[in-house]
Protein backbone atom coordinates (compact mmCIF):
# COMPACT_ATOMS: atom_id res chain seq x y z
CA UNK A 1 0.00 0.00 0.00
CA UNK A 2 1.51 3.43 -0.97
CA UNK A 3 1.66 6.35 0.86
CA UNK A 4 0.48 8.47 -1.80
CA UNK A 5 -2.98 7.62 -3.08
CA UNK A 6 -3.92 8.09 -6.69
CA UNK A 7 -6.47 6.83 -8.31
CA UNK A 8 -5.69 3.29 -10.77
CA UNK A 9 -6.76 4.55 -13.96
CA UNK A 10 -8.22 7.49 -15.70
CA UNK A 11 -9.40 7.55 -19.19
CA UNK A 12 -10.52 10.39 -21.92
CA UNK A 13 -10.67 10.98 -25.81
CA UNK A 14 -8.00 12.80 -27.83
CA UNK A 15 -8.19 16.00 -27.62
CA UNK A 16 -9.65 16.19 -24.22
CA UNK A 17 -8.38 17.28 -20.63
CA UNK A 18 -7.37 14.99 -17.70
CA UNK A 19 -6.41 15.33 -14.15
CA UNK A 20 -4.96 12.81 -11.56
CA UNK A 21 -4.74 13.37 -8.07
CA UNK A 22 -2.65 12.75 -5.46
CA UNK A 23 -3.46 12.66 -1.78
CA UNK A 24 -1.14 12.46 0.95
CA UNK A 25 -0.27 13.65 4.96
CA UNK A 26 1.52 16.75 6.54
CA UNK A 27 4.45 14.66 7.07
CA UNK A 28 4.74 14.42 2.88
CA UNK A 29 2.47 16.60 0.69
CA UNK A 30 1.51 19.02 3.25
CA UNK A 31 5.23 20.25 3.71
CA UNK A 32 7.12 19.23 0.82
CA UNK A 33 7.55 20.21 -3.02
CA UNK A 34 5.63 17.31 -5.20
CA UNK A 35 7.09 15.80 -8.70
CA UNK A 36 5.07 13.80 -11.11
CA UNK A 37 6.79 11.26 -13.67
CA UNK A 38 5.82 9.74 -16.56
CA UNK A 39 6.41 5.93 -17.65
CA UNK A 40 5.99 4.98 -20.76
CA UNK A 41 5.72 0.98 -21.27
CA UNK A 42 9.08 -1.03 -21.05
CA UNK A 43 10.51 2.47 -20.29
CA UNK A 44 12.45 4.39 -17.15
CA UNK A 45 10.26 7.03 -15.19
CA UNK A 46 10.78 10.32 -16.47
CA UNK A 47 10.22 13.68 -14.58
CA UNK A 48 7.31 15.57 -15.82
CA UNK A 49 7.00 18.53 -12.83
CA UNK A 50 8.68 18.98 -10.24
CA UNK A 51 8.54 21.88 -7.44
CA UNK A 52 4.33 21.37 -7.64
CA UNK A 53 4.16 23.07 -10.94
CA UNK A 54 7.53 23.76 -12.78
CA UNK A 55 8.41 21.80 -15.82
CA UNK A 56 12.08 20.63 -16.81
CA UNK A 57 12.74 21.92 -20.02
CA UNK A 58 11.01 19.81 -22.78
CA UNK A 59 8.69 19.10 -21.21
CA UNK A 60 4.77 20.75 -23.37
CA UNK A 61 3.06 23.08 -21.54
CA UNK A 62 0.00 20.63 -21.80
CA UNK A 63 1.03 18.83 -18.77
CA UNK A 64 -0.05 21.19 -15.42
CA UNK A 65 1.21 20.56 -11.79
CA UNK A 66 -0.63 22.11 -8.72
CA UNK A 67 -0.78 21.57 -5.09
CA UNK A 68 -3.24 22.57 -2.13
CA UNK A 69 -3.04 21.53 1.25
CA UNK A 70 -2.26 17.93 1.70
CA UNK A 71 -3.24 17.22 -2.02
CA UNK A 72 -1.53 17.73 -5.50
CA UNK A 73 -2.81 17.03 -9.25
CA UNK A 74 -1.43 16.86 -12.56
CA UNK A 75 -3.31 18.18 -15.61
CA UNK A 76 -2.78 16.99 -19.01
CA UNK A 77 -4.55 19.29 -21.88
CA UNK A 78 -4.83 18.50 -25.69
CA UNK A 79 -4.59 14.69 -24.83
CA UNK A 80 -2.35 12.28 -27.47
CA UNK A 81 -2.57 8.49 -28.14
CA UNK A 82 1.35 8.82 -27.07
CA UNK A 83 0.58 10.31 -23.77
CA UNK A 84 -0.72 6.54 -22.64
CA UNK A 85 1.11 5.89 -19.43
CA UNK A 86 1.39 5.27 -15.74
CA UNK A 87 1.99 8.45 -14.23
CA UNK A 88 3.42 8.73 -10.72
CA UNK A 89 3.48 11.32 -7.88
CA UNK A 90 6.10 11.74 -5.39
CA UNK A 91 7.79 13.38 -2.75
CA UNK A 92 9.97 13.02 0.38
CA UNK A 93 8.28 12.04 3.65
CA UNK A 94 9.61 14.12 6.76
CA UNK A 95 8.54 11.44 9.37
CA UNK A 96 9.59 8.64 7.32
CA UNK A 97 12.86 10.21 5.89
CA UNK A 98 12.49 8.27 2.92
CA UNK A 99 10.83 9.40 -0.55
CA UNK A 100 7.38 8.08 -0.80
CA UNK A 101 5.65 7.66 -4.25
CA UNK A 102 1.94 7.62 -5.44
CA UNK A 103 0.55 3.59 -6.31
CA UNK A 104 0.60 5.24 -10.16
CA UNK A 105 -2.35 5.89 -12.41
CA UNK A 106 -2.57 4.10 -16.14
CA UNK A 107 -3.60 6.83 -18.02
CA UNK A 108 -5.75 5.42 -21.52
CA UNK A 109 -6.07 7.68 -24.25
CA UNK A 110 -9.54 6.29 -26.15
CA UNK B 1 24.93 14.48 -21.78
CA UNK B 2 23.98 13.64 -17.95
CA UNK B 3 23.17 10.23 -17.93
CA UNK B 4 23.26 7.03 -15.13
CA UNK B 5 23.87 3.33 -16.11
CA UNK B 6 23.04 0.77 -13.73
CA UNK B 7 24.61 -2.94 -13.87
CA UNK B 8 25.23 -5.68 -11.63
CA UNK B 9 21.39 -7.40 -11.83
CA UNK B 10 20.98 -10.99 -12.09
CA UNK B 11 19.31 -13.87 -10.95
CA UNK B 12 20.15 -15.08 -7.04
CA UNK B 13 19.10 -17.31 -5.00
CA UNK B 14 16.74 -16.13 -1.36
CA UNK B 15 19.35 -15.55 1.18
CA UNK B 16 22.00 -14.63 -1.09
CA UNK B 17 23.86 -11.15 -1.88
CA UNK B 18 24.56 -9.25 -5.17
CA UNK B 19 26.29 -5.36 -5.80
CA UNK B 20 24.48 -3.16 -7.90
CA UNK B 21 26.65 -0.32 -9.47
CA UNK B 22 25.29 3.27 -11.16
CA UNK B 23 27.73 4.73 -13.19
CA UNK B 24 27.53 8.40 -14.02
CA UNK B 25 28.65 11.38 -15.80
CA UNK B 26 28.50 14.62 -17.41
CA UNK B 27 27.65 16.37 -14.42
CA UNK B 28 29.46 16.98 -11.05
CA UNK B 29 28.65 13.97 -9.46
CA UNK B 30 30.25 14.73 -5.70
CA UNK B 31 27.82 17.56 -5.37
CA UNK B 32 24.35 15.43 -5.78
CA UNK B 33 22.06 13.36 -3.68
CA UNK B 34 21.45 10.10 -5.62
CA UNK B 35 18.69 7.65 -4.80
CA UNK B 36 17.40 3.56 -6.24
CA UNK B 37 14.36 3.30 -6.52
CA UNK B 38 12.70 0.16 -7.71
CA UNK B 39 10.04 -1.34 -9.58
CA UNK B 40 8.72 -4.98 -8.62
CA UNK B 41 7.10 -6.74 -12.22
CA UNK B 42 4.20 -5.04 -12.83
CA UNK B 43 3.64 -2.86 -9.69
CA UNK B 44 4.75 0.58 -8.74
CA UNK B 45 7.80 2.54 -7.88
CA UNK B 46 9.30 1.89 -4.12
CA UNK B 47 12.26 4.37 -2.97
CA UNK B 48 14.74 2.01 -1.77
CA UNK B 49 17.93 4.43 -0.30
CA UNK B 50 19.68 7.92 -1.05
CA UNK B 51 22.77 9.05 -0.09
CA UNK B 52 23.99 12.66 -0.20
CA UNK B 53 26.70 13.98 -2.25
CA UNK B 54 29.54 13.56 0.02
CA UNK B 55 28.34 10.03 1.24
CA UNK B 56 27.87 11.49 4.95
CA UNK B 57 24.40 10.80 4.94
CA UNK B 58 22.28 7.74 4.08
CA UNK B 59 18.64 6.86 4.38
CA UNK B 60 16.49 3.15 3.86
CA UNK B 61 12.76 2.45 3.58
CA UNK B 62 12.20 0.09 5.96
CA UNK B 63 11.70 -2.71 3.71
CA UNK B 64 15.68 -3.17 3.00
CA UNK B 65 16.75 -1.37 6.51
CA UNK B 66 19.67 -4.03 7.90
CA UNK B 67 19.97 -5.52 4.64
CA UNK B 68 20.86 -3.41 1.39
CA UNK B 69 23.35 -0.80 2.07
CA UNK B 70 23.96 2.37 0.14
CA UNK B 71 28.02 3.66 -0.94
CA UNK B 72 29.42 5.73 -3.43
CA UNK B 73 32.60 6.36 -4.78
CA UNK B 74 33.21 9.90 -5.37
CA UNK B 75 36.44 9.25 -7.38
CA UNK B 76 34.77 7.07 -10.31
CA UNK B 77 31.86 8.79 -10.14
CA UNK B 78 30.16 5.76 -9.01
CA UNK B 79 26.85 4.80 -6.56
CA UNK B 80 26.50 1.04 -5.33
CA UNK B 81 23.98 -0.78 -4.03
CA UNK B 82 25.23 -3.87 -1.59
CA UNK B 83 22.11 -6.11 -1.32
CA UNK B 84 22.40 -9.10 1.55
CA UNK B 85 20.02 -11.55 3.13
CA UNK B 86 17.74 -11.12 -0.06
CA UNK B 87 14.18 -12.00 -0.08
CA UNK B 88 12.17 -13.16 -3.41
CA UNK B 89 10.47 -9.78 -2.71
CA UNK B 90 13.12 -7.81 -3.18
CA UNK B 91 12.49 -9.20 -7.41
CA UNK B 92 12.41 -5.61 -9.18
CA UNK B 93 14.02 -3.39 -11.91
CA UNK B 94 16.37 -1.17 -9.98
CA UNK B 95 16.89 2.18 -10.83
CA UNK B 96 19.44 4.97 -10.13
CA UNK B 97 17.91 8.03 -9.74
CA UNK B 98 19.59 11.42 -9.65
CA UNK B 99 18.63 14.23 -7.24
CA UNK B 100 19.43 17.69 -6.96
CA UNK B 101 22.32 19.04 -4.48
CA UNK B 102 20.51 19.42 -1.66
CA UNK B 103 17.03 17.77 -2.07
CA UNK B 104 16.48 13.63 -2.85
CA UNK B 105 13.67 14.96 -5.19
CA UNK B 106 12.85 15.28 -7.28
CA UNK B 107 14.72 12.75 -9.39
CA UNK B 108 15.76 14.23 -13.23
CA UNK B 109 17.74 11.71 -14.18
CA UNK B 110 17.09 7.89 -14.53
CA UNK B 111 18.97 5.32 -15.58
CA UNK B 112 17.28 2.36 -17.93
CA UNK B 113 17.64 -0.02 -14.84
CA UNK B 114 19.02 -3.67 -14.05
CA UNK B 115 16.58 -6.69 -13.00
CA UNK B 116 17.27 -8.75 -9.62
CA UNK B 117 15.54 -11.86 -9.31
CA UNK B 118 15.32 -13.98 -5.94
CA UNK B 119 14.28 -17.41 -7.16
CA UNK B 120 15.44 -20.67 -5.99
Known amino acids: QSVLTQPPSVSAAPGQKVTISCSGS????????VSWYQQLPGTAPKLLIY???KRPSGIPDRFSGSKSGTSATLGITGLQTGDEADYYC???????????FGGGTKLTVL | EVQVVESGGGLVQPGGSLRLSCAAS????????ISWVRQAPGKGLEWVSRITGSGGTTDYADSVKGRFTISRDNSKNTLYLQMNSLRVDDTAVYFCAKGSTVTTTPFDIWGQGTMVTVSS
Open chain 1, 51 to 53: ENN
Open chain 2, 26 to 33: GFTFNSYV
Open chain 1, 26 to 33: SSNIGNNY
Open chain 1, 90 to 100: GTWDTSLSGGV
